[in-house]
Nanobody
Framework: QVRLVESGGGLVQAGGSLRLSCIGS????????MSWFRQAPGKEREFVVT???????FYVDSVKGRFNISRDNAKNTVYLQMNSLKPEDTAIYYC????????????WGQGTQVTVSS
């Protein structure tokens, strides 16, 4: 059974930092493109960042220069370092895993809440 488990969310003041982790199990982690998405209250889930199998990264403009994604295939883990957090970053953050060539994620985590106070 494939599982993606996020952790590291919490409450932080604007300007602060958090590091999210997503640990995968039951899948050949290094074969998957890993991504972070987020869903703010009353809004649809949106893409945040992707890291490919080879380590290339793609960020949504709103987080460029503030967020950094990395992966450790030996630990089946993808990280999201979030700096200079803003109230508009408040959302549930989800990690997703997909195989190359797919449009949709193969697997999703359950999400972790990030709340940024002003």
């Amino acid at each position: 059974q494939v599982r993606l488990v996020e952790s590291g969310g919490g409450l932080v003041q604007a300007g602060g930092s958090l590091r999210l982790s997503c640990i995968g199990s039951g899948l050949a982690f290094s074969n998957y493109v890993m991504s972070w998405f987020r869903q703010a209250p009353g809004k649809e889930r949106e893409f945040v960042v992707t890291i490919t199998r080879g380590g290339s990264t793609f960020y949504v403009d709103s987080v460029k220069g503030r967020f950094n994604i990395s992966r450790d295939n030996a630990k089946n883990t993808v990280y999201l370092q979030m700096n200079s957090l803003k109230p508009e970053d408040t959302a549930i953050y989800y990690c997703g895993a997909k195989l190359d060539g797919r449009t949709e994620q193969n697997y999703w985590g359950q999400g972790t809440q990030v709340t940024v106070s002003s």
